[in-house]
Nanobody
C-alpha cells in the first residue's frame, strides 16, 4: 500500500512563495508518474503539475512559469515550488501517484494553501 503525506501548505500573501512536499512510502522511481492536483471551494479537482518516471513534466497553463515540480528519488519525495502566488491559487493541494500497468492511483490527504490579496 502506498502512502503519500503532503506538507508545506499555509497562508501567504500574493506574490509570495511556498514549497510543498509529498513524502511517499514507496520508492517513487517505481511510480509511472507523480503529480500535484488542487481543489478550490466549489470547483473540481484539477491537475497542477506532474512528473513522469522519466523526468518529463507537465503543467497547467495557469501555473506555467510560476510553479516547478521536482523529485528527490533518494528521499522518496516530490516537491512543488510555487512562486508569484495569486489569490486564485488558493486551494487544497493533493499529491497523486500512479502505479502499475492497470494503473492504480493513490492520493494524499491534502494540504491547504491560502493566498491573501
Amino acid at each position: 500500500q502506498v502512502q503519500l503525506v503532503e506538507s508545506g501548505g499555509g497562508l501567504v500573501q500574493a506574490g509570495g512563495s511556498l514549497r510543498l512536499s509529498c513524502a511517499a512510502s514507496g520508492r517513487i522511481f517505481s511510480f509511472n508518474a507523480m503529480g500535484w492536483y488542487r481543489q478550490a471551494p466549489g470547483k473540481q479537482r484539477e491537475l497542477v503539475a506532474a512528473i513522469t518516471s522519466g523526468g518529463s513534466t507537465n503543467y497547467a497553463d495557469s501555473v506555467k512559469g510560476r510553479f516547478t515540480i521536482s523529485r528527490d528519488n533518494a528521499k522518496n519525495t516530490v516537491y512543488l515550488q510555487m512562486n508569484s502566488l495569486k489569490p486564485e491559487d488558493t486551494a487544497i493541494y493533493y499529491c497523486n501517484a500512479e502505479y502499475g500497468n492497470i494503473p492504480i492511483n493513490y492520493w494524499g490527504k491534502g494540504t491547504l494553501v491560502t493566498v491573501s490579496s
